[in-house]
């Protein structure tokens, strides 16, 4: 890893799940426990919007007290210790929890959302999600009722940043998988593209992932414990 100046690097739940925070398809994970189509696609949320939130509410209150692992912080010392050589770590995080940025991160790219916005469905006004925010919460911006929903892409809905995602990998000499078990598209595409462009491509998770055998390097572990092995 020495040498590469321009990472990309995408996150997973499992950057996470050291910190507490549940993945998605681990045994007993989300979607043992919530079907996709009840609470993660556009549909879900025109069908019964009070589900949804508290599909999220839920969630969001699965991170109160949760802090982040060592992994997030090896990775913010990573993007600090590239800068200072002129180089750049693009973060490309699927995780719509806050935990990259409190451990210092900066440059993320935070293609499915996040957790503590909402987004007003009519005009796509973004503020901070709070307590009382509801399906009936009317947009402050357009005045809209009814359109406040969780500001997460869902399933069937286009990840955001895949143009800046696209011209970091162009620009990229290593991509890195950490923590995501390589099942969701377009994030799942990733590494094939990087491999495209003939640059190593490093796994970093607990076991090998849905696309392990695009990878050219891969360490096997908990994130807490691999990545700041593998930073170092
Ligand atoms: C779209 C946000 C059109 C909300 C999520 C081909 C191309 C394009 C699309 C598709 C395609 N094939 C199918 C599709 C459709 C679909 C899709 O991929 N379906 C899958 C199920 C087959 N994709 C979409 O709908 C996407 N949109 O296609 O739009 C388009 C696309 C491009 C251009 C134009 C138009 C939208 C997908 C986004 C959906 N939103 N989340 C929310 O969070 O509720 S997805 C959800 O899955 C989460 O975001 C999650 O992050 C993501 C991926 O899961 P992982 O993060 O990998 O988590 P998982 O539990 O699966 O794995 C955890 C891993 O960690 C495991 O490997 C485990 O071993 C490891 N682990 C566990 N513990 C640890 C650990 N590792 C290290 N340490 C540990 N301690």
Redesign the pocket.
């Known amino acids: 890893m020495q040498s590469a100046k321009n990472i990309v690097i995408l996150t997973?739940?499992?950057?996470s799940?050291?910190s507490g925070v549940a993945?998605?398809?681990?045994a007993g994970?989300i979607w043992a426990q919530y079907s996709i189509e009840e609470v993660?696609t556009p549909d879900a949320f025109s069908r019964d919007p009070e589900k949804v939130h508290g599909f999220y509410n839920m969630r969001r209150a699965g991170l109160a007290g949760v802090e982040p692992n060592a992994a997030h912080f090896a990775l913010a010392r990573l993007e600090r210790e590239l800068a200072a050589r002129g180089g750049r770590l693009t973060l490309v995080s699927?995780?719509?929890d806050d935990l990259h940025r409190r451990a210092g991160s900066e440059n993320i790219l935070a293609m499915?959302?996040a957790l503590a916005e909402a987004l007003c469905q009519f005009c796509r006004h973004v503020v901070p999600w709070t307590e009382d925010l509801s399906a009936e919460t009317q947009c402050p911006d357009c005045g809209s009722a009814r359109g406040m929903r969780p500001n997460?892409?869902?399933?069937?809905?286009?990840?955001h940043h895949?143009d800046a995602i696209a011209m970091a990998l162009a620009e990229a000499d290593m991509f890195v998988a950490i923590?995501?078990?390589g099942?969701?598209?377009?994030?799942a595409?990733l590494v094939a593209e990087a491999r495209s462009l003939h640059i190593p491509c490093v796994e970093l998770?607990?076991?090998p992932?849905d696309n392990a055998r695009l990878f050219t390097d891969r360490r096997y572990g908990?994130?807490s414990e691999v990545v700041p092995e593998w930073v170092e």
């Not at 997973?12 to 950057?15: F, I, K, L, T, Y």
């Not at 997460?152 to 990840?159: A, K, L, M, Q, S």
């Not at 099942?183 to 994030?187: C, K, L, N, R």
């Open positions: 997973g739940a499992g950057v799940a050291d993945t998605f398809r681990d994970g993660a699927q995780n719509v499915h959302g997460v892409v869902w399933f069937g809905e286009v990840p895949l923590g995501t078990s099942a969701v598209y377009p994030a595409g998770n607990l076991e992932s908990k994130a």
